[in-house]
T-cell receptor, first 109, second 117 residues
Framework: GQNIDQPTEMTATEGAIVQINCTYQ??????LFWYQQHAGEAPTFLSY??LDGLEEKGRFSSFLSRSKGYSYLLLKELQMKDSASYLC??????????WGAGTKLIIKP | GAVVSQHPSRVICKSGTSVKIECRSL??????MFWYRQFPKQSLMLMAT?????????EQGVEKDKFLINHASLTLSTLTVTSAHPEDSSFYIC?????????????FGEGSRLTVL
């Protein structure tokens, strides 16, 4: 079966750096997405990786290793507004999105 | 980025009634829209794929007669929860992708929180 694993919850301090990991086992691979979802709101797109390596976008970076079935989202200079759930999603060979359960990130002052 | 608008954002209804949720793509045409359901502290669960001008494709375990989907135009898809019951209370979110966009990322509506009393 298809499976995406990410930690349920993480806690970090304002101003610090946090890395949220995502491992996947899917039928084929056509890209990996990271979305941010604040409580009670819809997800918003953060990043997309289809080739191995690091994609940087401001304070957020996303890394992909297809051979390891692994990705991480790196958040730098954490702000209180970064408190949210972070969803990892993989597009499989049928171009279907497989979603992880999300990682709830708690930022403390 | 592309804008998807969803309405209503919140709805409370009595058990046994039907509720319609609208999803509109405001600045692009969406031949395909996706309807998701999300229970508290859980991830998104795809309910169905809505295709303009044809029948929706439902995921396994989703009752097509209970969750009616109509994609009548390139900018509007509707989800009707028929004979709603308390267990249907959830956060319903629609999304669409923009044709030709390299990433194929999804753009989400604001979500509709349904509470069935």
């Amino acid at each position: 079966g298809q499976n995406i694993d990410q930690p349920t919850e993480m806690t970090a301090t304002e101003g610090a750096i946090v890395q949220i990991n995502c491992t996947y086992q899917t039928s084929g691979f056509n890209g990996l997405f990271w979305y941010q979802q604040h409580a009670g709101e819809a997800p918003t797109f953060l990043s997309y990786n289809v080739l191995d390596g690091l994609e940087e976008k401001g304070r957020f970076s996303s890394f992909l290793s297809r051979s390891k079935g692994y990705s991480y989202l790196l958040l730098k200079e954490l702000q209180m507004k970064d408190s949210a759930s972070y969803l990892c999603a993989v597009r499989d060979s049928n171009y279907q999105l497989i979603w992880g359960a999300g990682t709830k990130l708690i930022i403390k002052p | 980025g592309a804008v998807v608008s969803q309405h209503p954002s919140r709805v409370i209804c009595k058990s046994g009634t039907s509720v319609k949720i609208e999803c509109r793509s405001l600045d692009f045409q969406a031949t395909t829209m996706f309807w998701y359901r999300q229970f508290p502290k859980q991830s998104l669960m795809l309910m169905a794929t809505s295709n303009e001008g044809s029948k929706a494709t439902y995921e396994q375990g989703v009752e097509k007669d209970k969750f009616l989907i109509n994609h009548a135009s390139l900018t509007l898809s509707t989800l009707t929860v028929t004979s709603a019951h308390p267990e249907d209370s959830s956060f319903y979110i629609c999304s669409a992708s923009v044709l030709g966009l390299d990433t194929g990322e999804l753009f989400f509506g604001e979500g509709s929180r349904l509470t069935v009393l």
